[in-house]
């Protein structure tokens, strides 16, 4: 039997390890179902014993002395992880690490884990490369191969179903993780990755956003409060830490975030709440310093690969923190292009790592079909006018193209005059900036309750596999608020308090997957018309409770045309 | 042997091929139409599984943030003399019922004052006596939840020297 090679991203703060199945790479869940395990090693000096991960994490404020953290940083170095009593050298406590990885992969697959391909920052030098290797061998495995860790990320986007064909070899990786930023550019010949230049900031990542969104609840409570002394205590900032996060992952996909949070702290024996709303302008704004700094590290590594923006030509985020919309501003603006981000970014590291590994084996990877919006979806708003017809026609993209679906998104506009009546929302998808060139989805119209002009009004778009956008529009502080679903398939719009079960649903899951793929706007149109054509011979033949023969006839025909979509959606015609 | 009976031999012979082939065929294709058939029945069932998942994670996650603000509400009026007993009898009534509400969708809440400590349901986010080995919670910051056994989220606890070898509970702050 031919052995498996599992691929691990060994980060600073996580860490990760995926296998190809099937040619597609998989991520494996580690620990309470989730397959980010924490970058943490702890050690009871008592018995000998230690925990690897979220538990040793646990630990950490509990036993300082005995939990080590972020070793990644040491690899290579003379300098020797202390743990109690016991010191390590940096690549035993990474083989802790990596032990427990294949130990729970090899739970989950049944089988065990001996060759694995483990992923290193580009800048690692040799010292730091072997260390690496040293650590798996500790952990009883065969590196088969180290991988940089922007080439992993550029694996995976070789094999996501091309959006659309890029001519530049030039690729730049973007990772914002937890607590690193690192930044590098790679040139693709053929097979052939090379780096070209990378630089980055050990100190910057998701979790100073984080910070600095707690240091700006901290004073806004001590203003709320009116007491400058309000200090911060390990409770408070613990509170305070885990409403700012939420309030950061809530930003990314909507424009305001209500915070009401009873109690964060007491206060001559009163409750101190905080009671407010967070837009995400002034968390850009209390944060734009930090972004900036990427960006002028983004700027360095183009010129040290001597390479100007434009020859860039695709742009991948790695990390989770690369969420945050004012990431994906600052690449558009500087790149002038949409930014490839619909492979988890907490994953895709990994999961290149497993591409690589199922490489060395010989096995085929397959391209890899990711649940994305295929086209962009958004409102018409009179922000510009066409300069051809001089009408209000400019397209506002609320949900991006290529983003993984289910997603909800919102987006805040503005009335234009006092008292105004109400606003017809056209929905549209597709790619131009003006909407009479792009495709109508629906229109309704909504009527606004009296308020003076600029009022704000929240279009909220939630997409759905099924191809449905449910469009909640909200006129702020009104209490005026109304849902609509419109099918992006059909081009239809249905109310809520239209009749359900119009349309009958599917008969049984080869109708359902016929459905899926006769709404796919990736296929041509005469396959989706015939795919449905068939389908719905096959489901009246069903509910008509039709013959074996008839019925196993037909069954052929639809199998065969889905495999025809199949096959069209593999090979990206 | 006759030329004829070879002849006749090697007739019957090749049909019997002809419909061996044929019926190989017949089989190859239904097999083949069975294989592709289950491989859609899995993908939608993955689908399913998956759909229900997102939906189950989507659909517990405002109930957690409800017992967050009902364990904040409770703590901040623990300490004697803030609230009538009319009062904190309300709140623990809110709190109750709101636990067995939890309870339905299957999430346990960890906020149990005075047990050891257990990395693996809760956070440490300070420790009270650092050069004891054998510590117990504190003080509940953050509640923990688990769904059917799982961690969702890990309690996050200050932690303290355990000095009673039989510790009972300092009090408990929910139901």
């Given at each position: 039997m031919k052995s498996l090679v599992c691929g691990i991203d060994?980060?600073?703060?996580n860490s990760v390890i995926a296998f190809l199945k099937d040619g597609y790479p998989r991520a494996i869940p580690v620990e309470e179902g989730s397959a980010i395990l924490p970058s943490v090693v702890s050690f009871d000096?008592?018995?000998g014993s230690h925990w690897v991960g979220q538990r040793a994490r646990n630990r950490r404020a509990a036993f300082p002395e005995d939990t080590v953290a972020s070793v990644k940083r040491l690899m290579g170095k003379e300098t020797l992880a202390t743990a109690g009593q016991k010191s390590f050298r940096p690549e035993e406590i990474s083989s802790y690490i990596l032990k427990h990885l294949a130990d729970r992969a090899s739970e989950y697959l049944g089988e065990p884990i001996e060759k694995v391909v483990i992923t290193v920052p580009a800048y690692f030098d040799d010292a730091q490369r072997r260390a690496t290797i040293q650590a798996g061998e500790l952990a009883?495995?065969?590196?088969?191969r180290i991988v940089n860790e922007p080439t992993a990320a550029a694996l995976v986007y070789d094999h996501v179903r091309a959006e659309t064909e890029v001519e530049s070899p030039y690729v730049l990786v973007y990772d914002l993780g937890g607590g690193t930023f690192d930044v590098s550019v790679i040139e693709i010949k053929g097979e052939i990755k090379e780096v070209l230049a990378s630089s980055g900031d050990t100190?910057?990542?998701?979790d100073d956003f984080d910070e600095r969104l707690k240091d700006y609840l901290l004073e806004e409570l001590r203003r709320q409060a009116g007491r400058e002394d309000l200090s911060e205590e390990v409770s408070l900032k613990v509170r305070l830490l885990d409403i700012a996060e939420k309030a950061k992952i809530a930003l990314s996909d909507r424009p305001y975030v209500e915070i009401h949070e009873v109690a964060v702290a007491i206060l001559d024996g009163k409750p101190l709440n905080l009671d407010l709303e967070l837009s995400r302008e002034q968390f850009e704004a209390l944060t734009a310093d930090m972004v900036e700094r990427t960006m002028g590290i983004v700027e360095e590594v183009l010129r040290e690969a001597h390479?100007?923006?434009?020859?860039?030509g695709k742009l991948i985020l790695v990390g989770g923190?690369?969420?945050?919309p004012a990431v994906h501003e600052a690449l558009s603006e500087l790149f002038d292009q949409t930014v490839?981000?619909?492979?988890?970014p907490d994953l895709c590291v990994a999961l290149g790592a497993a591409i690589q590994g199922g490489l060395i084996t010989g096995d085929s990877v397959g391209q890899?079909?990711?649940?994305?919006?295929?086209h962009s979806l958004g409102i018409k708003t009179v922000?510009?006018?066409?300069?051809?017809?001089?009408?209000?026609?400019h397209f506002s993209t609320i949900i991006r193209r290529n983003?993984?679906?289910?997603v909800s998104r919102a987006e805040v506009y503005r009335t234009l005059?006092?008292?105004?009546?109400g606003v017809q929302v056209e929905v549209f998808q597709g790619e131009s900036p003006w909407c009479s060139e792009n495709a109508p989805v629906g229109d309704f119209f909504f009527p606004l309750e009296?308020?003076?002009?600029?009022c704000p009004v929240v279009v909220e778009f939630a997409y759905d596999r099924e191809g449905l956008v449910r469009v909640c529009i909200d006129q702020k502080g009104c209490a005026n608020r109304k849902e609509v679903t419109l099918d992006t398939r059909q081009r239809k719009v249905a109310q809520e308090a239209d009749e359900p079960g119009a349309v009958e649903t599917p008969v049984n899951y080869m109708s359902e997957k016929a459905r899926r793929l006769a709404g796919?706007?990736?296929?041509s149109e005469s396959v989706r018309r015939e795919i449905q054509r068939v389908a719905a011979s096959y489901e009246e033949a069903i509910r008509a409770g039709e013959g074996e023969d008839r019925m196993d006839e037909l069954e052929d025909v639809l199998l065969e045309v889905m495999e025809q979509a199949e096959e069209e959606l593999e090979s990206g015609e | 042997m006759k030329l004829g009976d070879f002849k006749w031999f090697r007739r019957k012979r090749d049909e019997e091929a002809a419909e061996s082939r044929r019926l190989i065929l017949e089989e190859t294709q239904s097999l083949k139409k069975l294989l592709r058939k289950q491989s859609i029945l899995i993908e939608e069932v993955r689908r399913e599984q998956e759909a229900a998942a997102a939906k189950e994670r989507t659909n517990v996650e405002p109930l957690l943030d409800l017992c967050d603000s009902v364990f904040h509400l409770q703590r901040a009026f623990?300490?004697?003399?803030?609230?009538?007993r009319q009062h904190a009898q309300v709140v623990s009534m809110v709190s109750k019922r709101l636990d067995l509400f939890a309870s339905y969708a299957g999430v346990e809440m960890i906020l149990e004052e005075g047990v050891p400590f257990d990395p693996r349901i809760h956070e440490a986010?300070?420790?009270?006596?650092?050069?004891?080995?054998a510590l117990e919670i504190?003080?509940?910051i953050q509640p923990g939840y688990l769904r059917d056994g799982k961690v969702l989220r890990p309690a996050k606890v200050v932690v303290g020297a355990a000095?009673?070898?039989?510790p009972s509970p300092k009090g408990s702050i929910a139901p």
């Open positions: 060994l980060g600073t703060t000096p008592g018995n009883g495995l065969d590196v088969v100190a910057l990542g998701g390479l100007d923006a434009a020859e860039i923190a690369t969420r945050m490839a981000h619909s492979v988890d890899i079909l990711l649940d994305v919006t295929a922000d510009e006018l066409n300069p051809e017809t001089g009408d209000a026609d983003t993984r679906i289910p005059a006092d008292n105004q009546r009296p308020a003076p002009a600029h796919d706007p990736r296929l | 623990r300490s004697p003399g803030l609230m009538s986010v300070s420790n009270r006596s650092p050069d004891s080995p504190f003080e509940v000095t009673d070898p039989n």
